[in-house]
């Protein structure tokens, strides 16, 4: 069992920056697959990024491509998102999850643990 608490968001203006962390419990988090994912108001759960276990391979989401890094430091068990020239349209409930899978997966069901979300809100 894997547990995850995010942390870092925020209320920014557009163009801004925020970076969320992903702490996680127990000695089996290099193991996992991770990655974000985030829930604007209103809307479906929707995926924003992944990494390997290694941190050798990422998955972005096309909204969010050449503005967003993941990354992850396996000797602290955290995973981070870096957010650059953030939109309002980036503005949701952000949740990082671990996935068991063999390949990094982009929908919910991929992903077996999820943290309890950290709100990020962009305005314009």
């Known amino acids: 069992q894997v547990q995850l608490v995010e942390s870092g968001g925020g209320l920014v203006q557009a163009g801004g920056s925020l970076r969320l962390s992903c702490t996680a419990s127990?000695?089996?988090?290099?193991?996992?697959?991770m990655g974000w994912f985030r829930q604007p108001p209103g809307k479906e759960r929707e995926f924003v990024s992944a990494?390997?276990?290694?941190?050798?391979?990422?998955n972005y989401a096309d909204s969010v491509k050449g503005r967003f890094t993941i990354s992850r430091d396996n000797a602290k068990n955290t995973l981070y998102l870096q957010m650059n020239s953030l939109k309002p349209e980036d503005t949701a409930v952000y949740f990082c999850?671990?996935?068991?899978?063999?390949?990094?997966?982009?929908?919910?069901?991929?992903?077996?643990?999820w943290g309890q979300g950290t709100q990020v809100t962009v305005s314009s």
């Open positions: 999850a671990a996935s068991a899978k063999w390949y990094i997966g982009v929908v919910s069901n991929d992903y077996n643990y």
């Open positions: 127990g000695p089996t988090f290099s193991t996992y697959i």
């Open positions: 990494v390997s276990q290694s941190g050798g391979s990422t």
